[in-house]
């Protein structure tokens, strides 16, 4: 009972991803299609025949991915109507564009199931994606760890996802300056852009870049966003999508990314109809041979045959 008390009523600390923006009624008025556009692809995904198959099958529907990806686009054009009626600052980077990967340390990232779908296909058939899924699952332990060291109760196993718990747990991971593993430290940009998660495309940093780092001494209380979030009843319809799927994913990417791994056995989850895609022993996508290198079948000498004479 205390706990829950404390929860309620003591001081909250969130991570600045967490913070809710009100939209004004006129930004809502002016992407009332754009809005339009994006239920229409929530309710494509939907309809799709088999969508509550998916685990049982280990194939999403035909038009799955490119129906994701719609729905992507759909909610790209409503947040940059949206913006425009919001005080974000004209040069403020999103997490994942240099300049605003500041943002990109401060993980676990939520993320919906069919997101961590489109995601799984996207970074599966990658060279590194062993090493992609080591840095996940140290991620992943590392969270679990500190929010075990700040739970009060008397079972482990029972952890509110809204208790202080968590939300300490999340601000000590980010603390620790771990990338996201699908960041490019070197090029400062993110490697899953264009599958990225509406977590990610609907965090717009303000301040200065510098106040977003977790190591701050000011984060995250001075770290100040406008996050422009799904609308209310396309919330609810993404809810009740997840739910459709029945594939009881975590809603944080680290950790359903490996859970994708073990739902799909290693192998890429593939539309129906498609071809199946041929995995190494290691694990590893299978490579087309190149037969153009100099080693190739096709150039290496056959031995002379002498013509038999004719009578």
Wanted: with cysteine; aromatic share 6%; hydrophobic share 35%.
């Amino acid at each position: 009972m205390l706990g829950l008390l404390g929860a309620l009523f003591g001081p909250r600390v969130r991570l600045p991803r967490d913070n809710v923006t009100r939209l004004p009624r006129s930004a809502r008025k002016a992407a009332k299609a754009e809005i339009a556009a994006l239920q229409s692809a929530l309710d494509k995904i939907s309809a799709l025949p088999g969508v509550a198959d998916i685990k049982a099958n280990g194939r999403v529907p035909r038009g799955f991915y490119d129906a994701v990806d719609e729905m992507h686009a759909a909610y790209d054009a409503y947040a940059a109507i949206v913006r425009k009626f919001l005080s974000v600052d004209q040069d403020a980077k999103q997490p994942g564009q240099p300049g605003g990967t500041a943002a990109c340390y401060a993980g676990p990232m939520p993320v919906h199931q069919v997101e961590a779908l489109a995601i799984y296909r996207a970074t599966r058939s990658w060279r590194d994606f062993q090493s992609v899924a080591k840095d996940m699952g140290e991620l992943g332990e590392l969270l679990f760890n500190e929010i075990q060291s700040g739970h009060t109760g008397k079972d482990p196993e029972k952890i509110r996802m809204t208790g202080k718990a968590v939300q300490n747990g999340r601000i000590a991971l980010a603390k620790n300056m771990r990338p996201c593993p699908f960041l490019d430290e070197g090029k400062q940009r993110c490697r899953i852009w264009e599958h990225r998660p509406i977590a990610c495309r609907m965090h717009y940093p303000n301040g200065g870049g510098d106040a977003h780092r977790p190591d701050n001494e000011g984060y995250p209380k001075q770290a100040k966003a406008i996050n422009i979030r799904l609308p209310v009843k396309q919330q609810v319809t993404m809810q009740q999508l997840d739910k459709r799927l029945l594939l009881e994913l975590s809603p944080f990417m680290y950790a359903a990314m490996l859970q994708m791994l073990q739902l799909a056995d290693g192998s890429l989850v593939q539309e129906v109809g498609e071809a199946p895609i041929k995995m190494q022993q290691d694990g590893r996508v299978s490579q087309r041979a190149n037969r153009n290198v100099r080693h190739a079948k096709k150039f290496q000498k056959r031995p002379k045959t002498s013509k038999k004479k004719r009578k």
